[in-house]
């Protein structure tokens, strides 16, 4: 089973690395491809903090503007270079995600949601009133660099920093941290009650997730070349819950197979008015009506409650002992 996963690791990651080579030149192609890493890295930082978390997020468009924003200022107003602005971009929004996360430790459930709403509704704002940092209406553009000009080259460098990415989240996950998510997403009296520091723990996944959040709004504003205050609005914020949702739940491999959905669909649907809400709203209720655990659990994919392998033997008096049982997991 864990030899399968690998060879389709490798292979996912092959794919990834010759898609350029297979697609050629062409800007709109290589544009999708680009827009499914982005939101590849936000849906897997978004399912950390509610999928295995369980900390609700209607707002996370707002990191992503910030990321965007502040790797537009970094490289613009203050001449940052590509490898310190990036960086950077995801140290300002997880400063952010820290003063977010702060307070809201101690709401929970449909507060907590409300309370990420508005903060996904003010940034926005903030952005195109704020002229003499962001530029208001008019944006913000920035150049790559300039070994990275052109499309053809850039787009490696996405493939790489979302396969690192992603290999950190994978590690965050399986570490004592990340059991103490899972832990304080099953029961928070049961966490707490085995020495589980609440108040920490929940920060440190609004400061995790926005760090990761805001990376990705950095790649997209260096691969558009330009960010302005409408391109992270609360459309965006629903589009990366429903990616989670639609790929599943506590899943990386569903982060991704939702991105790829989320953004490939939009492009077929473009020509007819009204069709795309129309498609991803059925999608994402069909799901959940058959497969509440999202398509990564139809796909074999899914972990969440693996059956344990059966120990048979015999007593002293030849009868058979059975032992096993369910393991409870994350999906990673």
Same mark, same amino acid.
């Given at each position: 089973?864990?030899?399968?996963?690998?060879?389709?690791? /490798?292979? &996912?990651?092959?794919?990834?690395?010759?898609?350029?080579?297979?697609?050629?030149?062409?800007?709109?192609?290589?544009?999708?491809?680009?827009?499914?890493?982005?939101?590849?890295?936000?849906?897997?930082?978004?399912?950390?903090?509610?999928?295995?978390?369980?900390?609700?997020?209607?707002?996370?468009?707002?990191? !992503?503007?910030? *990321?965007?924003?502040?790797?537009?200022?970094?490289?613009?107003?203050?001449?940052?270079?590509?490898?310190?602005?990036?960086?950077?971009?995801?140290?300002?929004?997880?400063?952010? #995600? /820290?003063?977010?996360?702060?307070?809201?430790?101690?709401?929970?459930?449909? &507060?907590?949601?409300?309370?990420?709403?508005?903060?996904?509704?003010?940034?926005?704002?903030?952005?195109?009133?704020?002229?003499?940092?962001?530029?208001?209406?008019? *944006?913000?553009?920035?150049?790559?660099?300039?070994?990275?000009?052109?499309?053809?080259?850039?787009?490696?460098?996405?493939?790489?920093?979302?396969?690192?990415?992603?290999?950190? !989240?994978?590690?965050?996950?399986?570490?004592?941290?990340?059991?103490? &998510?899972?832990?304080?997403?099953?029961?928070?009296?049961?966490?707490?009650?085995? #020495?589980?520091?609440?108040?920490?723990?929940?920060?440190?996944?609004?400061?995790?997730?926005?760090?990761?959040?805001?990376?990705?709004?950095?790649?997209?504003?260096?691969?558009? #070349?330009?960010?302005?205050?409408?391109?992270?609005?609360?459309?965006?914020?629903?589009?990366?819950?429903?990616?989670?949702?639609?790929?599943? /739940?506590?899943?990386?491999?569903?982060?991704?197979?939702?991105?790829?959905?989320?953004?490939?669909?939009?492009?077929?649907?473009?020509?007819?008015?009204?069709?795309?809400?129309?498609?991803?709203?059925?999608?994402?209720?069909?799901?959940?009506?058959?497969?509440?655990?999202?398509?990564?659990? #139809?796909?074999?994919?899914?972990?969440?409650?693996?059956?344990?392998?059966?120990?048979?033997?015999?007593?002293?008096?030849?009868?058979?002992?059975?032992?096993?049982?369910?393991?409870?997991?994350?999906?990673?």
């Amino acid at each position: 089973m864990l030899g399968n996963k690998r060879v389709w690791l /490798l292979l &996912f990651v092959l794919l990834l690395l010759t898609y350029p080579l297979i697609i050629g030149k062409s800007g709109y192609f290589m544009t999708i491809f680009v827009m499914i890493m982005i939101y590849s890295i936000g849906a897997m930082a978004l399912n950390l903090l509610i999928g295995y978390g369980g900390q609700i997020s209607v707002g996370h468009a707002g990191f !992503l503007a910030i *990321g965007a924003y502040a790797a537009a200022i970094l490289s613009s107003k203050f001449g940052f270079p590509f490898l310190v602005a990036l960086p950077l971009a995801g140290v300002v929004t997880g400063i952010v #995600g /820290l003063v977010i996360g702060l307070p809201a430790i101690r709401l929970s459930g449909q &507060f907590l949601a409300v309370a990420t709403l508005g903060f996904g509704l003010s940034v926005p704002q903030l952005a195109l009133n704020w002229n003499s940092l962001t530029n208001g209406y008019s *944006g913000m553009a920035l150049s790559r660099p300039s070994l990275m000009a052109s499309d053809s080259q850039f787009i490696y460098a996405v493939i790489i920093i979302t396969i690192f990415i992603t290999w950190l !989240l994978y590690n965050i996950l399986k570490s004592r941290m990340g059991r103490a &998510f899972v832990a304080i997403r099953e029961s928070e009296i049961a966490a707490q009650a085995t #020495g589980i520091d609440l108040s920490f723990y929940k920060t440190i996944m609004f400061v995790i997730s926005a760090f990761f959040t805001g990376l990705a709004g950095g790649l997209y504003a260096y691969w558009i #070349g330009f960010v302005s205050p409408n391109d992270f609005t609360m459309v965006t914020s629903f589009l990366l819950l429903g990616m989670i949702v639609v790929g599943g /739940l506590a899943s990386i491999p569903g982060a991704v197979i939702g991105a790829i959905i989320f953004t490939v669909i939009p492009e077929l649907t473009s020509s007819f008015i009204g069709l795309t809400n129309l498609v991803l709203g059925c999608a994402i209720f069909l799901i959940i009506l058959f497969l509440p655990k999202g398509l990564v659990s #139809g796909l074999g994919l899914l972990q969440g409650k693996r059956k344990s392998r059966l120990l048979v033997g015999k007593n002293k008096e030849g009868k058979v002992l059975k032992s096993g049982g369910v393991a409870k997991d994350v999906n990673v």
